[in-house]
């Protein structure tokens, strides 16, 4: 949803119920000057507006229209004020067209006001969810009367809401006014997933609540998440199987859900066991989820080598069984991810939740899993409902530090994804910077820190102007895809195991990122260029799994409307891929500036926009 598009619907009907009745007074001063076209981004921080004065009030002794935002009524806290001079002439009117920075993130309603020597007007910018339904934030959807086909929804109701919307995975079941809904036609015992938004007439919540449900059968008690003991049955329906109580599951019933694609086994406690011997004939490519209260593991089985396994471990594979675990901490265990939020200044909005894979042997030998060759996907249940900045961590408990997990965030729910197994957490950080107040690139910026993927030069400035290094991007890359650090020994002859950029650099060059010189440097300390910025992003982009492709004629036709692409050196194939993408733009309308010095901002940015292209963000 974009939160700026609802302006134009909500601003007749909050002007008549928080403008007129507070503004009377000044509006006898508002003719010959109105403020029109109101834009409101939140995350950013900025409004904008037309500010329009009538050619027949215009005198030059007026000066410049003063243009302010206030966050108040009564207009005594003022966050920002600019003076308009430029304008252009729309019939008898000059339109200025006026821009103002204020708190991201803090005021739902922003009080605007233009000045022209003796005339006035005054106006509002309004954040949608101020008058869009909203949940609390311990709000919850559940479900009752559990049956072989069917079962009813409850939920808490949404402020502002005057109906819902039900939906069943992505297919909109009904409209309802009551917070309760019976589904029917159900298959007996099969998973369901369920969403319920909040609607009014100025549109839907921004969130919804989600939920999983199971209906009954022979091998399932019903409830989120199902249950059931005592294993599957061969031949489940819909490649939906439960656990014992123990979490060992039944090799027939796997074997032959299997043969029909992708499984998802439920438990009821923190681990599920799976038989090796059910998983060695699995078509190419499926996948197991198992689903706890805790969360769930989306496991690709094409990224377990259990043959190696087995000869590492000297056993049969028939012997080998693969145990998958999601163990949400409390207590003694959760309290030092707790203290190190706190301790960095953030809020937790989620309990800590332990992801792992290990595979073991009929002794109890066991060989853990900790990296994969692909991403994988898993998902946990927040506590309160985040906002913008909001990100999913990993925990390291040596250092008792954090990083940065590519994720998604849908109301309560988060799925994220890495390519290795460990504690995970959301976090909402609320770093800013001093010296970005008046920036360009001030929001994806302050977005990228608090997702713990750019830094400050220190804890108030980032100083976004300055160049950058090959090394200090190499390692902002490594973040942004949420890899393990490599500490093996540099490929290249300039990079000392010493450098605090060497685990970046051989992370980085592992996952085909950089590249060094035909001399077999990296020359880490060269500042980069925007053509080295744009090959290492697009490269990111192809480890994320994202299509960069191009023919000769569409690179041709996406540089041409350059007059500089003649300068680009050996990116060629690059650049046209990270502008095709949307990741860089020239520097002018005709130029590229290829071999340009890149600056931090201008990496943090192309770093962002790689990150929603990945939906490693959003």
Partial sequence: MQKNGWLQKTSQALALLLVLSMLLPVLAFAAGIEIQNVRYDYDAGTVSADVVVSQSVYDETYGDVDFSAFSDAARGNQLHSVSLSTYSVSGSNYVYAGSLNVEAGVHDVVYLEAVYGPYRDVAEAVYAPAVLPAWSDNARLSASNISRNSLTLTWDEAERATRYLVYQGTQLLNTVTDATYTVTGLSEDTFYRFEIKADNDFGSSEESLTGSFKTSGNSSRGGRGGGGGGGSLPGDNNGNISADSNGNVNATALSNALANGDVTITITGTQAILPASALVNAPKGATVTVVSDAGSYSLPLDALNLESIAAQLGVDL?????????????????????????????????????????????????????????????????????????????????????????????????EFKRTGNSIYTVAQFNKSFADLSNHWAKADVELLANKLIVEGTSATTFEADRGITRAEFAALVVRSLGLDIDTTSSAFSDVRSSDWYAGAVSTAAKAGIIKGYEDGTFRPNNRITREELAAMVVRAMNFAGLDTSLSVAERTQLLSKFDDAGEIVWAHREIAAAIDAGVINGITSTTLGSASEATRAESATMLKRFLNNAGFIN
């Fill in 318 to 414: 028939e012997d080998l069984s693969v145990k998958v675990t999601i163990k949400k901490l409390d207590g003694d265990e959760a309290e030092p991810v707790n203290n190190a939020i706190a301790q960095a200044g953030a809020t937790s909005l989620a309990d800590p939740v332990e992801f792992g894979v290990s595979v073991e042997d009929k002794d109890g030998n066991s060989v853990e899993i900790t990296s994969y060759g692909t991403y994988v996907s898993r998902t946990m249940t927040l506590n309160q409902r985040p906002a913008g900045t909001a990100t999913v961590v990993l925990y390291n408990p040596s250092t008792q530090g954090f990083s940065f997990v590519p994720a998604q965030f849908n109301g309560l729910d988060v």
